[in-house]
């Protein structure tokens, strides 16, 4: 007769199998802990600076845009090499991570997804994409237009020819392979570890392979969470 116990599926040939040494039905190292669904003091911290922020803009509108656009110019000066740096390194490693035998791991093991490539991509498109492209694939070149990134205002005049070059450069800074690599190598990392380790699926969990389990709770993982929820939030609206 057949069987009907139900056998788990097998990953494609080639690929490897990062649950090929844990028996059916084991835990995940990690797992047994539940983690707690929010963190207080970033969610007080983060949501505190944010709220601080929209008060000063609705009290000085004019000196909170100066405040801003002084610390803009200053981060994008002392930083900005540094930061395009950091993002052609990530995109090294992200092809590295791709064409190696690690870009072959299934992410999730034996379980098959959800939803096929076709319908992640359509996801993809029309939340993460359609949210910014509609308005800031013609918003902010003119913006850069306009006003020259930092890095070429010293060369440029605003509204010159130059200036369109300058402000399609920066915008395809932001939109193209470099943002993507971003991404995809980071929110890989995030989820395997979230999955093996049962970690939280926050930013603090990049911080894993140099400070091991405390970055549980730890206070450097609260900052850095309270860091990436204040950035994401200033990238978006500003």
């Not at 669904?37 to 100066?66: K, N, W």
């Not at 930083?79 to 990530?90: H, R, S």
């Not at 915008?171 to 989820?191: C, D, K, N, Q, Y």
Request: net charge neutral; proline share 8%.
């Amino acid at each position: 007769m057949p069987s009907h116990h139900a056998h788990a599926a097998q990953p494609p040939d080639g690929a490897v199998d990062p649950d090929g040494d844990r028996e059916a039905g084991a835990e995940l190292p990690g797992t047994s802990a539940p983690e707690r669904p929010t963190d207080p003091a970033v969610v007080a911290v983060s949501g505190g600076l944010l709220v601080a922020f929209v008060i000063a803009a609705l009290v000085a509108p004019a000196a909170t845009g100066e405040a801003v656009g002084t610390a803009f110019s200053a981060a994008a000066r002392w930083f900005g090499p540094f930061w395009q740096f950091l993002l052609l390194a990530t995109f090294l490693v992200a092809v590295t991570l791709a064409f190696a035998r690690t870009g072959k791991v299934r992410l999730g093991g034996r379980d098959r997804p959800e939803y096929g490539r076709f319908q992640w991509t359509a996801m993809i498109m029309s939340t993460l994409l359609a949210g910014g492209g509609v308005f800031f694939a013609a918003g902010e070149p003119v913006q850069h237009f306009m006003n020259v990134p930092p890095h070429y205002s010293g060369d440029v005049e605003p509204g010159s020819a130059a200036a369109g070059d300058a402000a399609l450069a920066q915008s395809f800074t932001h939109w193209g392979f470099l943002a993507w690599a971003v991404l995809g190598s980071l929110g890989a990392i995030v989820m395997m570890r979230g999955r093996e380790r049962g970690l939280p699926l926050r930013p603090r969990t990049l911080l894993y392979p140099l400070l091991g389990d405390r970055v549980r709770h730890s206070r450097l993982g609260t900052a850095v969470d309270i860091i990436c929820i204040v950035a994401v939030v200033a990238g978006t609206v500003g």
